[in-house]
């Protein structure tokens, strides 16, 4: 069973910037679409970024374009996520998903198999 635990989540100023991590442990996270989500104070969960086996293609939530970039190491069995020009209202819990039979295409529609448990972001002064 494929294991996912996110870090680098913590406090920032807005404008700030910080890189999640995704490691999945107990498989080849290169058979895997892998997708970020996130959860906000009293907001239900919302994808955010996503990308498929190979690095390609990727799909976004259109509040992030142009601040958050997603990219994948599959030799580290490692997803990032950068978040740069961080805004208050990108606070929450943030989560990676992976899954074999899905693809980012249809993202964020339900199908993700595998969950992390989350890394908290707050961005605030």
């Known amino acids: 069973q494929l294991r996912l635990v996110e870090s680098g989540g913590g406090l920032v100023q807005p404008g700030g910037s910080l890189r999640l991590s995704c490691v999945a442990s107990g498989g080849t996270l290169a058979d895997y679409a892998v997708g970020w989500f996130r959860q906000g104070p009293g907001k239900v969960r919302e994808g955010v970024f996503c990308?498929?086996?190979?690095?390609?293609?990727?799909a976004y939530n259109p509040s992030v374009e142009g601040r958050f970039s997603i990219s994948r190491e599959d030799a580290y069995n490692t997803v990032w996520l950068q978040m740069d020009k961080l805004k208050p209202e990108d606070t929450g819990v943030y989560l990676c998903a992976a899954a074999t039979e899905y693809s980012c295409a249809a993202f964020p529609a339900p199908g993700m198999t595998n969950w992390g448990k989350g890394a908290l972001v707050t961005v605030s002064t």
């Open positions: 990308i498929n086996q190979r690095g390609t293609p990727k």
